[in-house]
């Protein structure tokens, strides 16, 4: 099954992604579970896309992407798993 690139309503997975970070109330999460959440029996043809999305998110700062607990480079398309958080706030 192969879906159009224009299939998704746009902003649905940035908000998603917010709404997720609110839900976990400071837990990561994995992006796949963002795609699982709103397409539960077609999530695998959404990574790309939620991928996507997370990477602008992160260059904009809007989010934290890390790999093994250390954040990524925003430059770079990440190697493997990958947790998105909430941006920790300092002072």
Same mark, same amino acid.
């Given at each position: !099954?192969?879906? #159009?690139?224009?299939? &998704?309503?746009?902003? /649905?997975?940035?908000?998603? /992604?917010?709404?997720? &970070?609110?839900?976990? +109330?400071?837990?990561?999460?994995?992006?796949?579970?963002?795609?699982?959440?709103?397409?539960?029996?077609?999530? @695998?043809?959404? !990574?790309?896309?939620? @991928?996507?999305?997370? !990477?602008?998110?992160?260059?904009?700062?809007? /989010?934290?992407?890390? @790999? +093994?607990?250390? #954040? &990524?480079? #925003?430059? @770079?398309?990440? +190697?493997? #798993?990958?947790? &998105?958080? +909430?941006?920790?706030?300092?002072?």
């Amino acid at each position: !099954m192969s879906f #159009p690139r224009n299939y &998704i309503e746009p902003n /649905i997975l940035r908000l998603a /992604i917010f709404e997720m &970070i609110r839900m976990r +109330k400071g837990s990561s999460f994995c992006p796949s579970e963002v795609v699982r959440w709103l397409y539960p029996n077609a999530w @695998q043809h959404f !990574m790309v896309d939620v @991928q996507s999305e997370m !990477m602008e998110m992160y260059r904009s700062g809007l /989010i934290l992407v890390s @790999q +093994k607990g250390d #954040p &990524i480079d #925003p430059n @770079q398309s990440p +190697k493997g #798993p990958v947790r &998105i958080s +909430k941006v920790v706030e300092t002072l």
